[in-house]
């Protein structure tokens, strides 16, 4: 049985370093996108098949409605940094009257505009791998999937319950979402540097 995945993790000053770094003078959601993704947990493939209108108001809060596996819904309330990205992103981009419309498109020519055509999977990777290059933090040391486990192991460092993580990730178990806390890595290497020979 797997006990802990193998998906590399930022620490929350390389996730905030990272986030920083995105270049947001154009339409490109880069930073909105990413930031989805380490404060809703969301997976890449969810991410992507979101609409304008899965973004949306509900009382004072805006909140975030996923495309999960087997055709399924999660809605989470939006962090606020997210949301600070999220609003940002579809100002810029004029995407608040079209609410069919893909939230992240693909860009296209020199200008970075926006087409009607969804991005992908394969995509974003490549916008991860673009991102982390000009970030200084290696790109080596990322994937689309690392904004989920990083959200998760920042959430579980600051408190958070393994069983509240489940329902934000929309996990089955909570040995699934287990497999996303880094938490112990670090009691495990200062457990380890007390060895003084």
Not at 169 to 195: C, F, G, M, Q, V
Request: aromatic fraction near 6%.
């Amino acid at each position: 049985m797997v006990k802990k995945g193998k998906t590399p993790v930022l620490t929350a000053t390389e996730a905030r370093q990272l986030l920083n770094s995105i270049d947001t003078s154009t339409l490109i959601g880069d930073r909105a996108l990413i930031a989805l993704m380490c404060y809703s947990f969301a997976r890449v493939s969810a991410a992507v098949t979101m609409n304008v209108e899965d973004y949306y108001q509900q009382g004072k809060r805006s909140w975030i409605r996923l495309h999960e596996k087997g055709g399924k819904f999660h809605e989470v309330p939006a962090h606020h940094s997210a949301e600070e990205y999220l609003d940002a992103y579809i100002t810029a981009a004029g995407l608040g009257d079209d609410k069919k419309s893909p939230l992240f498109g693909t860009a296209t020519g020199k200008n970075a505009t926006l087409s009607a055509e969804r991005m992908s999977r394969t995509d974003v990777f490549r916008m991860v791998k673009r991102t982390g290059e000009g970030s200084g933090i290696g790109i080596e040391r990322i994937c689309c999937h690392t904004f989920r486990a990083t959200g998760i192991t920042a959430y579980l460092e600051n408190g958070g319950t393994i069983e509240h993580a489940q329902a934000i990730a929309a996990h089955e178990s909570p040995r699934t979402t287990k497999l996303y806390d880094r938490t112990n890595d670090t009691l495990t290497l200062d457990e380890i540097e007390r060895i003084v020979i």
